[in-house]
């Protein structure tokens, strides 16, 4: 089955500064990688995702990339304010649709403690 | 619009009990996955259900076992609990099983076996 490695697994920076958190995943028929934010004490939110059909995509100050050929995406988030302090997680997973039978769950990393140093 | 609802929120359970979750998905959504996730392992996919009908399963023993009412809702049992099934079960749903759409997550239910 797909196995998603995560790193750093707690990255500190200072506000303002950029954060990068790294995935990579292992099996190639992956095709939808969304990113989640777990605040304390709080559900897991998706803050963005991307399909394989696309290398890039931007949401105001986070981004993430996607290298299929490598089999690693990561998340980027410019600019960072307090409130971005979280646990990040990415995720992998194989997207048959309804029509297309069996299809794995989504697959985790074991998620990034993102510190914001004021 | 209501979002995804996990009762209870907090349990405590013995060793050798059986524990049954509860999950109600967003209106009109038909595709319920659970999750269990603990601090040393993160987020692991233990089943998902369609149409009353399981799609798939995650790495977990027989113990852990669900079901899937003709209204979406969801229910989770652990049978012969053992204390390291204590985590944080959170059920997502979806409007569809396939893949590509957000999953939006429930609060979870903290299950603690002692």
């Known amino acids: 089955g797909e196995n998603v490695e995560q790193h750093p697994s707690t990255l500190s920076v200072q506000e303002g500064d950029s954060a990068v958190i790294k995935c990579t995943y292992s099996?190639?028929?992956?095709?939808?990688f969304p990113w989640y934010k777990q605040e304390l004490g709080k559900r897991p939110q998706l803050i963005i995702d991307?399909?394989?059909?696309?290398g890039e995509k931007k949401d105001q100050r986070i981004a993430v990339t996607l290298n299929k050929t490598a089999k690693h995406f990561s998340l980027h988030i410019t600019e960072t304010q307090p409130e971005d302090s979280a646990v990040y997680f990415c995720?992998?997973?194989?997207?048959?649709?309804?029509?297309?039978?069996?299809?794995?769950?989504?697959?985790f990393g074991k998620g990034t403690h993102l510190i914001i140093q004021p | 619009k209501a979002g995804v609802t996990q009762t209870p929120r907090y349990l405590i359970k013995t060793r050798g009990q059986q524990v049954t979750l509860s999950c109600s998905p967003i209106?009109?959504?038909?595709?319920v996955s659970w999750y269990q996730q603990t601090p040393g392992q993160g987020l692991q996919f233990l089943f998902e259900?369609?149409?009353?009908?399981?799609?798939n399963k995650g790495n977990f023993p027989g113990r852990f076992s669900g079901r899937q009412f003709s209204n979406s809702r969801s229910e989770m049992n652990v049978s012969t609990l053992e204390l390291g099934d204590s985590a944080l079960y959170l059920c997502?749903?979806?409007?569809?099983?396939?893949?590509?759409?957000?999953?939006?997550f429930g609060q979870g239910t903290r299950l603690t076996v002692v």
């Open positions: 995720a992998a997973s194989i997207g048959s649709g309804y029509s297309g039978g069996g299809a794995d769950g989504l697959t």
């Open positions: 099996d190639s028929a992956s095709n939808y």
């Open positions: 209106s009109g959504h038909r595709s």
């Open positions: 991307i399909r394989s059909n696309v």
């Open positions: 997502a749903s979806r409007l569809m099983p396939d893949k590509n759409t957000e999953a939006f």
């Open positions: 259900y369609f149409s009353e009908t399981q799609r």
